[in-house]
């Protein structure tokens, strides 16, 4: 074999290796970074829980405090049709 064709052959083997390391390393890093993103969702989904639960639990409380509690509406009150917002008059 000629110098020529050992240093093409040492040249395409190297860079092959080379091909296929970069690949592997690339799948790896979108397999993190997927990794991540399902991660996220799941933290996303928990916090989401965790809101609605305090919801349920406000809602709760208010009904509650609905039953013990007559709650009338102040702002029809105050300014009663046909009324002004004078006292003297």
Known sequence: MSRASKLT???TGLGTAGI???VHWA?????????KGVERDMEKQRIRKERQADFEIQKRLEQEYLK????HSTTDEQNPPGKSHNPET
Do not use: I, W
């Open 27 to 35: 799948q790896e890093q979108d397999r993190a970074a997927m990794h």
């Open 9 to 11: 052959l040492a040249v």
């Open 68 to 71: 013990l509690q007559t709650v």
């Open 20 to 22: 296929v390391y970069f």
